[in-house]
């Protein structure tokens, strides 16, 4: 269906994989213990999220370059994601401009993630821009600040810069559907939010530049600099530590992501769903606490929220969605995941996301 190189991007882990597979299999070493006579003929699946209202407590994360999977890719997962009244998150390496985002789903949150970069001045013109395209929330991703080593990509040449070889790029253009689909796209495949007008870079050339723009040594400072020059809903990405969640509230965020960037960064971190409860303790409901990685069931999302936390969100789900077939492709994806939480949470007899706890959970010996 994919290009190899391409189908690795999004399927694939740092190093030995260790912590993408254990985002999975973590789940599984807790199960739940339902109660059936719960007395609920109708569940109500909708959370509260900074003031806004989603209709599932589950949500799109930042994935770069959506668009190599589907023309316009960002904009058609943003449009599902509207369309199942949920948020999506625009990452700061998508094909498109955040501003080209905006006008194309409007109807529900929209949020922008974004790193911290060694010229802050950029940083500030990327927080400036999302302010003025309307954007609902910041999430400031902590945990890539040094590419992670994604032997795969290395492998398939799909790194920076590019180094695909004559095979591989034969094998891309045996993928038919792909490249029929993606024929009048591949030419502007850009990051839009890094083009500078005028400036003649090509791919390569940017994904370089691109490289070299991360704060090496960030710090928590750094965290309290951008919350003053954001002044909505500010969200870091990367958490895994109970005293960083404490940290981050310190700081002023006013929602933490546990993730582990669904295992591409660092092979052996924990596992985000084993990380949950530490963070969840320590945060004390002070600000949101939210979850990626490895979810890929409706159960996953109720033991996530029985653990503590207040939304999920899927990466590489989405993006197969897209992959097979574009908004309808996502549409689809998340409408079995919303299926699945309502059905996950009839068989345990419970009515409304308050009423997931941790007593619903049972620790298998
Ligand atoms: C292809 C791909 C690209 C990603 N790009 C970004 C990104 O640009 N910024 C970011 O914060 N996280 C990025 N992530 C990480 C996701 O936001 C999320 O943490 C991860 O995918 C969750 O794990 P899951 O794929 O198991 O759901 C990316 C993940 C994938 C698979």
Not at 260 to 269: F, K, S, T, V, Y
Not at 311 to 331: D, S
Request: aromatic residues 6%.
């Amino acid at each position: 269906m994919l290009p190899r190189a391409i189908f690795d991007f999004v399927d694939g882990g740092a190093e030995d994989e260790y912590t993408l597979r254990r985002n999975e299999s973590a789940f599984d070493a807790v199960a739940l213990l339902p109660r059936p006579l719960g007395g609920s003929a109708e569940r109500d699946l909708s959370i509260s999220l900074f003031g806004q209202r989603l209709a599932l407590p589950l949500m799109v994360a930042p994935t770069g370059l959506a668009g190599l999977l589907w023309p316009d890719g960002e904009a058609a997962s943003a449009r599902a994601a509207a369309a199942a009244g949920t948020a999506y998150c625009l990452s700061h390496a998508s094909v498109c401009t955040l501003e080209a985002l905006a006008t194309a789903a409007t109807a529900a949150p929209r949020w922008m993630q974004t790193y911290i970069y060694r010229d802050r001045e950029f940083s500030r013109e990327i927080a400036e821009r999302a302010a003025a395209a309307g954007y609902d929330a910041l999430v400031v991703t902590v945990d890539t600040q040094y590419l992670g080593n994604r032997e795969r990509d290395i492998r398939n040449g799909f790194a920076i810069p590019p180094r695909l070889t004559t095979g591989e790029v034969a094998r891309m253009a045996l993928k038919l559907g792909w490249l029929m689909r993606m024929r009048s796209a591949i030419p502007k495949i850009t990051f839009g939010n890094y083009v500078r007008p005028g400036n003649a870079e090509d791919l390569t050339a940017m994904a370089e530049r691109m490289l070299t723009l991360p704060e090496p040594g960030l710090a928590w400072r750094d965290i309290e600099w951008l919350r003053g020059v954001w002044r909505g809903p500010l969200l870091i990405k990367g958490i895994l530590h109970p005293e960083d969640g404490a940290e981050a509230v310190a700081h002023g965020v006013d929602g933490v992501i546990v993730s582990n960037h669904g295992g591409r960064q660092l092979d052996g971190a924990a596992a985000a769903f084993d990380a949950l409860p530490g963070v969840v303790d320590a945060v004390q409901g002070r600000a949101s606490v939210l979850i990626d990685g490895g979810i890929r069931r409706g159960s996953h999302v109720v033991k996530a929220l029985a653990f503590g936390a207040d939304c999920c969100c899927i990466g590489r789900p989405q993006l197969w969605g897209l992959a097979v077939g574009g908004e309808a492709g996502v549409a689809h994806v998340l409408d079995i995941l919303r299926r699945e939480i309502d059905l996950a949470m009839a068989l345990s007899g419970l009515s409304k996301i308050e009423d997931i706890g941790a007593d619903i959970l049972s620790r298998p010996s």
